[in-house]
């Protein structure tokens, strides 16, 4: 069963809150409410999510100083930031938002359709690299069960399974990515889909060395950060 992704929903009013809810139920993952920068944060410290909408207007710690403190802590810097504003200040308010991280900065009233296309990329690239993650740690157990360079009938056929659900991700890794280049989508997005696919190579290329007779042994395999 494939876990949904969480998307993490950060407005101080709860309508705006429940507006998003709408627009993203057709998604059909699994939306996080914070009213707060410090509740978002507080959010981000136990789950992973795939994507951050945030509101710059909060009181209290707003939108750029909440993304500030996204942006620092390792474990959540990478995660994309979509800044939702109702105020509209003119091209140095839209700069800082880029430069605060985010990945897009959208005006209310926003486009329901287009802020749904924009997050459900994110959220495909996610699921992506999680099961991209899957696959690495399934070699990393093969290669710690002491068995070096693969062999025998059980090891080809593990191989063999795991070759093929590389593949399954590989095919949709170049699907999404064609269809990022076909919609000219936000330059952040095609980076991420580009990372993931030069991630995807440097697994296949460990899965290889591992096959009977290449020799490579337990070296070929590094984590695909």
Known sequence: MVQKAKILLVDDRPENLLALEAILSA???????????????????????????????????????TAAHIKRR??????????????????????????????????????????????????ELYMKNCQLREQAALLRLQLEGGKGAVGGKESAGLLAELSARLAAVEEQAEALSKQLDDDSADAAAVATAAHLERKLTGLRRALDALEPGTGAGGSALSSPN
């Open 74 to 123: 390792e474990r959540t810097r990478d995660i994309p930031i979509i800044f939702l504003t109702a105020i509209n200040h003119g091209p140095h308010h839209t700069f800082r938002g880029y430069a605060a991280g985010a990945v897009d900065y959208i005006s209310k009233p926003f486009d329901p359709w287009v802020l749904r296309a924009k997050v459900s990329v994110f959220v």
């Open 27 to 65: 998604l059909d993952q699994t939306l996080v409410r914070a009213s707060s920068g410090e509740e978002a944060l507080k959010a981000l410290l136990t789950d992973d999510f795939a994507v951050i909408l945030l509101d710059v207007q909060m009181p209290g710690m707003d939108g750029f100083e």
